[in-house]
């Protein structure tokens, strides 16, 4: 999706918002603000005060209040009832919710769904001058790009090696390539990576953390194992592969800036074995 103006929004194929659009927004809150600290202070009992404990964002909702008017030959009845079937509350799951807010600026969005839409009946209502307000609730706080961002792994030797004993020693010294992996965001974010066989025992993480995740198996030249870092999730050719993990791995991610991400194996086979990761650029 690709909004081209500034002050739009994009919600299940719909875009309202920015100039000559029949929905003109009045102001959107929830969006550009800190979502709800979710905090894990406690009393101290029969002692004034609290200990104090760790902080994370909650759930954010986004309100958004905006007109709609008579376009292009439609009444603003008409294109209400448009924009209706479009802000419907859905069972499960989130949508992405798109925005512009500046001109020069990308498309970025937030996964969301619809919980609110409130219209007022009003004398301005029958004269086509229809106010509301729609609410999204968005479980996850972060917003990210559209764009996605792609990096070729390079296969490293000398980081990572394991020992086939019944248990494995897995030593973090010495120098290897690293991919270079920029998140041009003031949040957190979370990649996915894939790579294809042949390789065995694949180690991959990122350096700049000194987090990386330990496989202990043989992939062949027809194998993709996908690792969803954000959701912790593993697959093998579409099929839950997270006991591949090796006990010791810690789940990695890309903080702002600059990190250098780091695969190795061995048996793999130039021309053939390969490995991506994407992310986007993230914002809270």
């Keep these: 999706m690709t909004l081209t103006n500034q002050y739009s929004f994009q919600f299940n194929g719909q875009v309202f918002g920015g100039a ?3 929905y003109q927004i009045l102001s959107v809150d929830g969006l550009e603000s800190l979502p709800t600290i979710r905090n894990q202070d406690d009393n101290r009992g029969y002692n004034d005060g609290m ?5 994370f964002l909650s759930s954010r909702t986004i309100s958004i209040i905006f007109n709609t008017f008579a376009s292009s030959g439609n009444s603003a009845q ?5 924009i209706q079937q479009t802000l419907l509350p859905q069972t499960s799951g989130t949508s992405p919710l798109y925005f512009k807010l500046q001109t020069a600026a990308g498309d970025q969005f937030i996964q969301a769904r619809v919980r609110t839409l409130r219209t007022t009946v009003d004398p301005n209502y029958t004269y ?3 106010t509301s307000q729609v609410e999204f609730y968005a479980p996850l706080p972060n917003y990210y790009d559209s764009t996605l961002q792609t990096g070729t792994l390079t296969q490293g030797g000398g980081l990572g090696r394991t020992y086939n004993r019944t248990y494995n020693l897995v030593y973090t010294s010495g120098i290897a390539p690293f991919t270079s992996c920029t998140n041009s965001g003031w949040a957190t974010s979370y990649p996915t990576v894939t790579f294809n066989g042949p390789i065995t025992n694949p180690v991959i993480g990122n350096a700049s953390q000194g987090y990386y ?9 027809t194998d993709s194992l996908v690792i969803d870092t954000d959701q912790k999730l593993v697959t093998l050719n579409g099929q839950p592969a997270r ?3 090796l006990g010791g791995s810690q789940w990695f991610s890309l903080p702002p800036g600059t990190s250098n991400i780091y695969w190795s194996g061995s048996g793999t086979l130039s021309g053939t074995t390969a490995g991506t990761i994407t992310w986007r650029n993230a914002y809270i």
């Design 20 to 22: 000559g659009s029949p």
């Design 51 to 55: 200990f104090t404990g760790r902080d």
């Design 78 to 82: 008409t294109n209400y009832n448009t």
């Design 128 to 130: 086509g001058y229809i």
């Design 213 to 221: 995740l330990f496989f202990n198996a043989t992939f062949v030249d």
């Design 243 to 245: 006991n591949l993990v």
